[in-house]
């Protein structure tokens, strides 16, 4: 099944971090050239130059997803170096490399709230504005959105942060009917809780095994273990699938 990307482009907004960099490294793997569109430039260019050293094709561009002109830039980098986009993971967002707070709802702040929803609501947008016209130019396109399960269940004590990723489901939807008749597919992927901070802390480690407890599958969720759906959503074996939201928990959030 190797190769299932050959001669695809895909962006990865928030690539060289964490999850987004084991996303990237997969999709390379397949074959893909890869776009690695981030906010700290100088971990977009080291995971750029870690897929070329493994043999593959990667870019790295300053992206900031809030920002309008910083996504139409991304996408305009893509299309100069590539000459066309494929595939969008909408993976940038604020959780662990760009923290938020875990505080009850009237502990948060309104800019943090405001800075929340502009990064993982509006940056998807963003994004999507930016790359779906070169999508529509070739009647082609996966666009992979992640969500969070917390929004499914609706866990306390980052209610800006559950909210944010409730509305990329909703975007999600509503966009797959919009873009459908372009022959672009928008799925979306809510990964439970993941050990994706690259030096976790005692803290983090904890929290991080004491959501494996409730769990049908009782180990901590990697990086690695969401890569699969997202090369899915991304591949031709998911071109007649849209619109859908897939959790990846290891049977935490069942729905």
Not at 8 to 24: D, E, M, N, P, S
Request: proline content about 3%; overall charge neutral.
């Amino acid at each position: 099944m190797a190769g299932r990307l050959e001669n695809r482009v895909a962006i990865v907004t928030g690539g060289g971090h964490g999850i987004g960099k084991a996303y990237a490294r997969r999709l390379a793997g397949e074959g893909a050239r890869v776009v690695i569109a981030e906010l700290d430039e100088a971990a977009a260019h080291a995971v750029a130059r870690e897929l070329a050293e493994a043999g593959h094709q990667a870019l790295a561009v300053a992206t900031d997803v809030s920002d309008p002109a910083s996504c139409q830039r991304m996408a305009a980098a893509a299309m100069e170096r590539f000459g066309r986009i494929d595939v969008l993971v909408n993976n940038a967002a604020i959780f662990a490399t760009v923290p938020m707070s875990r505080a009850a709802f009237d502990k948060i702040a309104v800019e943090e709230w405001d800075r929340m929803m502009s990064v993982n609501v509006k940056g998807t947008w963003l994004a999507c504005l930016a790359v779906i016209p070169h999508m529509r130019a070739r009647g082609y396109g996966k666009i992979i959105n992640i969500s969070s399960s917390t929004s499914i269940k609706g866990s306390p004590s980052r209610i800006h942060y559950v909210t944010s990723k409730a509305g990329v489901i909703g975007f999600t939807k509503t966009l797959a009917n919009e873009v459908g008749g372009d022959n672009i597919c928008v799925n979306c992927v809510a990964p439970g809780s993941t050990l994706s901070e690259e030096n976790p802390d005692e803290g983090v480690l904890k929290m991080r095994g004491d959501a494996a407890s409730v769990r049908a599958l009782k180990r901590v969720q990697t990086p690695e273990d969401l890569t699969g759906a997202v090369l899915f959503f991304a591949s031709s074996d998911s071109d007649f699938i849209t619109g859908q939201t897939l959790v990846v928990d290891g049977g935490n959030c069942l729905h």
